[in-house]
């Protein structure tokens, strides 16, 4: 029996996915409130690619756990 290595890359993935989505509502809650100045909407935005990169990442490591992603 294994030590359960393989498992990793599909709980990066979960984690990963997990906290995108989480992040992605409170920031799209702050864009909505039309509170934020010009300068504050462009770090939200800034801060939206960031979570579209975590989300990359989960998805490349969701596929190594296929075992031969190609």
Same mark, same amino acid.
């Given at each position: 029996? %294994?030590? %359960? /290595?393989?498992? /990793?890359?599909?709980?990066?993935?979960? #984690?990963?996915?997990?906290? #995108? #989505? %989480?992040?992605?509502?409170?920031?799209?809650?702050?864009?909505?409130?039309?509170?934020? @100045?010009?300068?504050?909407?462009?770090?939200?935005?800034? @801060?939206?690619?960031?979570? /579209?990169?975590?989300?990359?990442? %989960?998805?490349?490591? @969701?596929?190594?756990?296929?075992? @031969?992603?190609?």
């Amino acid at each position: 029996m %294994g030590n %359960g /290595w393989h498992e /990793w890359p599909l709980m990066v993935f979960t #984690v990963f996915g997990q906290c #995108v #989505v %989480g992040g992605f509502i409170v920031l799209a809650l702050a864009l909505m409130t039309g509170k934020l @100045s010009r300068e504050q909407e462009q770090r939200v935005v800034g @801060s939206m690619f960031g979570l /579209w990169v975590l989300t990359g990442i %989960g998805f490349i490591a @969701s596929t190594m756990h296929l075992g @031969s992603p190609l």
